[in-house]
């Protein structure tokens, strides 16, 4: 055996794959992306949503200098091995187990806190001995214990000289908690000489330590969810690694040895055998089998495959042995470019709360030295430091964005539980920034648009021949066969056909079809290719259908019995019954059409002429559909793509809004932002105009959110603020942020 020239690899940047942990918004994603950057010779890029830092320019020896800098800058890391993304998903478990565990406390204390405060606060002869105790002691673990991850964060942030809405939430808390304390230990001077306007009952301005437990309690709930839906986030970048198989049948000094996949090396013969998973990228040097390639065409059926193909990772060869000698292993296989695109689109995403959060990065330092401003000018203008101070602790708990922090998750939540009764999952913030702007849609043809299940449309039989004998010969030989037409074909049959008549000497012919003995006779089905390895020509009679079929992207399977074609079926992937209704809906709703697919011309054009769809890319490979999308949006559109295979991971994270049927993979499921489980593609319409719906709702309770703090803080700051009125303003913002978002709850959508 002849010695394989093998192919040296260009020489890449070193790059580290470090998981993150401690990540609370964009602005920590920006702190340790900087924080990584300042290292010598090293460019970092830090993906918030998956939490995951890919370094570049850093020795792999050098890794325990990127860990040392996250940590420096507050916060957890670990360098990723591929294929093992261990330590990141127990880090998330142990904080999101946290965050429940906090959150059921504050729940649990919050609330009776809540009734007992108000009610003692109005009613004085309802109090009873060490009543100011009992309510101090029931919010300690609320404000201290609870509270407590806002707090971590506010100190690791003011380490570094900056503010997030952590600090807001731990000052509101700790001010609140405080001067409650202060005013119940202190006696009503404490609270009655800095109220300015009327006297409350003694012990009223205890109703701060309901705002501090409160405030904690709903400022969890939302971290809680959101850290939950995150999680989910990095998911894809897994599903596709997990394609590739880890072990290779590689021919070395002429003996088949199964070695790690990552060993093998470029130029090396490498054999998968029917029902493998291709390990490498390569060209097909010996044999033949029907591949499957739908993991990366999204081709329902299996492509015939021989010497002088190429073939790729993670399709599977269906029913023959191949020789493969390798082109492209690990990173630089188009699986693992897949992958590495996927990651890149999730990156890209933008999420609302991210508006929170610019805001918020002038918003708390100008409530804090506001704060500080109104002090010294109640003391300048002569009144007593009491009362100064006072008015100054107003103007910061007024502030408190207590409606801020439940408008995004108190929307998202009751939007996400109303799509569910609709079978629609949205995943998070970001499917609901980007269905406000969609323009385009995008639809995958394959079990997307179609049903993704072969069909016989049409039998031929040649003169003389009786169509059931013909049904009752194909059926019997594609009985014994697991392949997507053989089923086509022995359903077809399964209504006319009573009984098989018995098969001899079957076998499969790899990539053709199968062959067998029938009551005597040879009869062979199979492809075009089966009349080419029996040098059969088609005959006259077939000639126009068989063009017809061609022109309309079905697929021909001939039926062969002693040398003589007597039968041919047409068969097709039908289109989904709801898809015309779907498309109507998406045109009023004024969305331009698109059908991507990576099947034929023909075929996608038949599709599109059924449903009314100009706009046809055919013949895309997975990592072109991410580029078509990509030039879409470079035109000024804004894409929305619906898809189901792992074909479409890539092209459902680059678009502005990712669409996956949940029938479809599991990648493709992780990828997407909006998850469709009812078997109707209508909807589609549906899930867009639920979440522009909820959109608009997020908008208008941020809206109303933040026009309070900016009316409030201006009647603090007048000394003008009874506290009584201040929790309830403040109970009321949130009660009416949470109303609005309730309203979903009963949201209607056009039909």
Same mark, same amino acid.
């Given at each position: +055996?002849? #010695?394989?020239?093998?192919?040296?690899?260009?020489?890449?940047?070193?790059?580290?794959?470090?998981?993150?942990?401690?990540?609370?918004?964009?602005?920590?994603?920006?702190?340790?992306?900087?924080?990584?950057?300042?290292?010598?010779?090293?460019?970092?890029?830090?993906?918030?949503?998956?939490?995951?830092?890919?370094?570049?320019?850093?020795?792999?020896?050098?890794?325990?200098?990127?860990?040392?800098?996250?940590?420096?800058?507050?916060?957890?890391?670990?360098? !990723?091995?591929?294929?093992?993304?261990?330590?990141?998903?127990?880090?998330?478990?142990?904080?999101?187990?946290?965050?429940? =565990?906090?959150?059921?406390?504050?729940?649990?204390?919050?609330?009776?806190?809540?009734?007992?405060?108000?009610?003692?606060?109005?009613?004085?002869?309802?109090?009873?001995?060490?009543?100011?105790?009992?309510?101090?002691?029931?919010?300690?673990?609320?404000?201290?214990?609870?509270?407590?991850?806002?707090?971590?964060?506010?100190?690791?942030?003011?380490?570094?000289?900056?503010?997030?809405?952590?600090?807001?939430?731990?000052?509101?808390?700790?001010?609140?908690?405080?001067?409650?304390?202060?005013?119940?230990?202190?006696?009503?001077?404490?609270?009655?000489?800095?109220?300015?306007?009327?006297?409350?009952?003694?012990?009223?301005?205890?109703?701060?330590?309901?705002?501090?437990?409160?405030?904690?309690?709903?400022?969890?709930?939302?971290?809680?969810?959101?850290?939950?839906? =995150?999680?989910?986030?990095?998911?894809?970048?897994?599903?596709?690694?997990?394609?590739?198989?880890?072990?290779?049948?590689?021919?070395?000094?002429?003996?088949?040895?199964?070695?790690?996949?990552?060993?093998?090396?470029?130029?090396?013969?490498?054999?998968?055998?029917?029902?493998?998973?291709?390990?490498?990228?390569?060209?097909?040097?010996?044999?033949?089998?029907?591949?499957?390639?739908?993991?990366?065409?999204?081709?329902?059926?299996?492509?015939?495959?021989?010497?002088?193909? /190429?073939?790729?990772?993670?399709?599977?060869?269906?029913?023959?042995?191949?020789?493969?000698?390798?082109?492209?292993?690990?990173?630089?296989?188009?699986?693992?470019?897949?992958?590495?695109?996927?990651?890149?689109?999730?990156?890209?995403?933008?999420?609302?709360?991210?508006?929170? /959060?610019?805001?918020?990065?002038?918003?708390?330092?100008?409530?804090?030295?506001?704060?500080?401003?109104?002090?010294?000018?109640?003391?300048?203008?002569?009144?007593?430091?009491?009362?100064?101070?006072?008015?100054?602790?107003?103007?910061?708990?007024?502030?408190?964005?207590?409606?801020?922090?439940?408008?995004?998750?108190?929307?998202?939540?009751?939007?996400?539980? !109303?799509?569910?009764?609709?079978?629609?999952?949205?995943?998070?913030?970001?499917?609901?920034?980007?269905?406000?702007?969609?323009?385009?849609?995008?639809?995958?043809?394959?079990?997307?648009?179609?049903?993704?299940?072969?069909?016989?449309?049409?039998?031929?039989?040649?003169?003389?021949?009786?169509?059931?004998?013909?049904?009752?010969?194909?059926?019997?030989?594609?009985?014994?066969?697991?392949?997507?037409?053989?089923?086509?074909?022995?359903?077809?049959?399964?209504?006319?056909?009573? /009984?098989?008549?018995?098969?001899?000497?079957?076998?499969?012919?790899?990539?053709?079809?199968?062959?067998?003995?029938?009551?005597?006779?040879?009869?062979?089905?199979?492809?075009?290719?089966?009349?080419?390895?029996?040098?059969?020509?088609?005959?006259?009679?077939?000639?126009?259908?068989?063009?017809?079929?061609?022109?309309?992207? =079905?697929?021909?399977?001939?039926?062969?019995?002693?040398?003589?074609?007597?039968?041919?079926?047409?068969?097709?992937?039908?289109?989904?019954?709801?898809?015309?209704?779907?498309?109507?809906?998406?045109? !009023?709703?004024?969305?331009?059409?698109?059908?991507?697919?990576?099947?034929?011309?023909?075929?996608?054009?038949?599709?599109?002429?059924?449903?009314?769809?100009?706009?046809?890319?055919?013949?895309?490979?997975? /990592?072109?559909?991410?580029?078509?999308?990509?030039?879409?949006?470079?035109?000024?559109?804004?894409?929305?793509?619906?898809?189901?295979?792992?074909?479409?991971?890539?092209?459902?994270? #680059?678009?502005?809004?990712?669409?996956?049927?949940?029938?479809?993979?599991?990648?493709?499921?992780?990828?997407?932002?909006?998850?469709?489980?009812?078997?109707?593609?209508?909807?589609?319409?549906?899930?867009?105009?639920?979440?522009?719906?909820?959109?608009? #709702?997020?908008?208008?309770?941020?809206?109303?959110?933040?026009?309070?703090?900016?009316?409030?803080?201006?009647?603090?700051?007048?000394?003008?603020?009874?506290?009584?009125?201040?929790?309830?303003? +403040?109970?009321?913002?949130?009660?009416?942020?949470?109303?609005?978002?309730? !309203?979903?709850?009963?949201?209607?959508?056009?039909?």
């Amino acid at each position: +055996m002849s #010695t394989s020239l093998v192919t040296a690899e260009p020489t890449a940047a070193p790059v580290v794959e470090l998981s993150v942990g401690g990540m609370t918004c964009a602005s920590c994603a920006g702190r340790v992306e900087r924080a990584l950057n300042r290292l010598d010779g090293v460019s970092a890029s830090v993906n918030y949503a998956t939490e995951r830092a890919l370094v570049s320019g850093l020795a792999p020896e050098r890794a325990d200098a990127a860990v040392a800098a996250v940590r420096k800058a507050g916060y957890d890391a670990a360098v !990723r091995v591929d294929g093992d993304d261990e330590w990141s998903r127990r880090a998330a478990l142990e904080r999101i187990g946290s965050l429940r =565990r906090r959150l059921l406390l504050a729940a649990l204390l919050a609330f009776p806190l809540m009734d007992l405060t108000l009610v003692l606060a109005l009613v004085p002869r309802l109090r009873f001995p060490g009543w100011e105790l009992l309510c101090v002691a029931l919010a300690i673990p609320v404000v201290v214990w609870a509270a407590w991850p806002f707090h971590r964060a506010t100190l690791r942030n003011l380490r570094h000289g900056s503010v997030t809405m952590d600090t807001l939430v731990s000052l509101g808390i700790a001010v609140s908690f405080g001067w409650a304390v202060a005013t119940l230990f202190f006696g009503e001077d404490a609270g009655g000489y800095w109220i300015g306007y009327g006297m409350t009952p003694a012990g009223a301005s205890s109703i701060y330590l309901d705002v501090a437990a409160g405030m904690t309690t709903f400022q969890l709930a939302g971290r809680y969810f959101e850290t939950r839906s =995150r999680r989910r986030a990095g998911d894809v970048l897994d599903g596709l690694a997990r394609l590739a198989p880890d072990r290779a049948r590689v021919v070395r000094d002429g003996v088949e040895t199964v070695v790690p996949t990552a060993t093998v090396r470029v130029g090396e013969l490498v054999v998968v055998r029917a029902g493998e998973t291709v390990p490498v990228d390569g060209t097909v040097v010996d044999g033949r089998a029907g591949v499957d390639t739908s993991s990366l065409t999204g081709e329902p059926l299996p492509r015939d495959t021989g010497p002088g193909d /190429d073939i790729v990772t993670g399709t599977i060869s269906r029913d023959g042995r191949v020789v493969v000698r390798s082109t492209a292993v690990g990173a630089h296989t188009r699986l693992a470019q897949l992958t590495a695109m996927a990651e890149q689109a999730q990156s890209s995403k933008a999420r609302v709360q991210a508006l929170v /959060d610019r805001i918020v990065r002038w918003f708390v330092p100008a409530v804090i030295a506001a704060a500080i401003v109104v002090t010294a000018a109640w003391l300048v203008g002569g009144a007593s430091v009491g009362h100064a101070i006072g008015v100054g602790i107003a103007v910061l708990i007024i502030a408190c964005p207590c409606a801020l922090g439940l408008a995004t998750p108190t929307a998202l939540m009751v939007g996400v539980g !109303r799509g569910a009764q609709l079978g629609i999952l949205i995943k998070g913030q970001a499917a609901l920034e980007a269905s406000g702007r969609i323009d385009t849609i995008v639809l995958d043809k394959t079990g997307t648009v179609t049903l993704s299940t072969p069909r016989v449309t049409g039998v031929e039989v040649a003169p003389g021949e009786d169509r059931v004998a013909v049904l009752r010969l194909a059926a019997a030989i594609e009985a014994g066969s697991e392949h997507p037409i053989a089923a086509a074909i022995t359903t077809a049959a399964a209504g006319r056909v009573t /009984d098989l008549p018995e098969v001899r000497d079957y076998r499969t012919l790899p990539g053709r079809g199968a062959a067998g003995l029938v009551d005597g006779r040879a009869v062979s089905v199979g492809s075009a290719g089966l009349l080419d390895d029996l040098c059969i020509t088609v005959p006259a009679w077939a000639t126009d259908t068989v063009e017809t079929a061609e022109h309309d992207g =079905r697929t021909v399977v001939f039926l062969v019995r002693d040398d003589e074609v007597i039968a041919l079926f047409c068969i097709a992937d039908d289109v989904h019954p709801s898809a015309k209704d779907a498309l109507v809906r998406l045109t !009023r709703m004024g969305l331009h059409p698109v059908l991507l697919t990576g099947d034929s011309t023909a075929a996608a054009r038949r599709v599109a002429g059924e449903l009314g769809i100009d706009d046809v890319r055919a013949e895309v490979l997975p /990592d072109e559909k991410a580029d078509v999308i990509a030039a879409l949006r470079g035109q000024g559109h804004r894409v929305a793509m619906v898809g189901d295979g792992i074909n479409d991971a890539a092209a459902l994270g #680059t678009a502005d809004l990712g669409m996956a049927i949940a029938t479809g993979t599991d990648i493709a499921i992780r990828s997407a932002d909006i998850i469709l489980v009812r078997d109707d593609l209508t909807v589609i319409a549906d899930a867009l105009a639920l979440a522009q719906r909820t959109l608009r #709702t997020i908008h208008g309770n941020l809206g109303w959110a933040f026009a309070y703090n900016v009316a409030a803080i201006p009647i603090a700051a007048a000394g003008l603020l009874n506290p009584l009125i201040s929790a309830a303003a +403040m109970s009321l913002s949130s009660v009416l942020v949470v109303w609005n978002s309730l !309203r979903l709850r009963s949201a209607r959508l056009h039909r």
